[in-house]
């Protein structure tokens, strides 16, 4: 009974006795990407001359940048994918209203047709208001600009009905990496994996890709700080720490300072 007893106060004692874990937080920025195919997009060759056109609904993931953070600035950032001023608005509906011809539409072809004349016309009235000809062209040029701005936002929509749509959102999320205290000069890990169809995901979760972190050490020499030493008796530790991060083999963090040891 007794030797449990000092057993488990000794487990209690070692996180006191031992040497605090260093660590750096980071934030991984990516964006989640949505696209969704027009309902057209079949006639998007015949009728607008084009095939760079998304033909499937899919939400994919990219990473952007890993950024190393300060204390300071994580207070304000929180780890669950916020909202960005970056972010879009996703359109749930058309804005424009197809004209009767389309509306009257039998078939998807007929449908298709209708849309291309309708995008077709909003060109040739931008093509008369840009060049001047327009009956009522008015004299105020921000007037102008604003008509300008309408017809490109009417064929934008219209478009969208062959080419599809993609909405990227900007989000963040903050991993903490916990510094290696081997005196070793190069340490490697994996720090998170990344996939295309989850975004951030675990090291160990292989539908990702790993982004690879590397540790850098100076290291230095100094008296030894064990209790018992010998007289001149030294020890190595390190002195500094810088991290780099890789990602499908480029770096997306070039080596940056995170750790200096203080002298007393």
Known sequence: MKKTT???????????????????????EYDKVVNEKGELYQYSERYLGTN???TKNETTYILRSIKVLDNDSTKNTRNHQPRSRHERKEQTCLQVPLNEETLMATNTAKKAEGVAKQIYRIREARLTLVSGEAEHTPNDGQAIRLMLNELNRQE???TSLFVGTSN??????IVNYTLSEDTTTTINSILL???????????????GEPVYIEQTNKIGERPSTKPKHKK???????????????????????????YQYVYE
């Open 6 to 28: 000092i057993l488990f106060l000794t487990m209690l004692l070692i996180p006191v006795l031992g040497i605090a874990q260093r660590s750096v937080k980071l934030c991984i």
């Open 52 to 54: 760079q056109v998304i």
């Open 156 to 158: 934008t929509e219209l």
């Open 168 to 173: 990227a959102t900007r989000h963040t999320q």
């Open 193 to 207: 994996r990344f996939s295309r169809y989850s975004g951030p995901v675990a090291a160990d979760d292989l539908s």
């Open 232 to 258: 001149n008796e030294t020890e190595n530790f390190v002195e500094s720490s810088s991290v780099a991060v890789r990602y499908e083999g480029k770096n997306i963090l070039n080596p940056t300072p995170v």
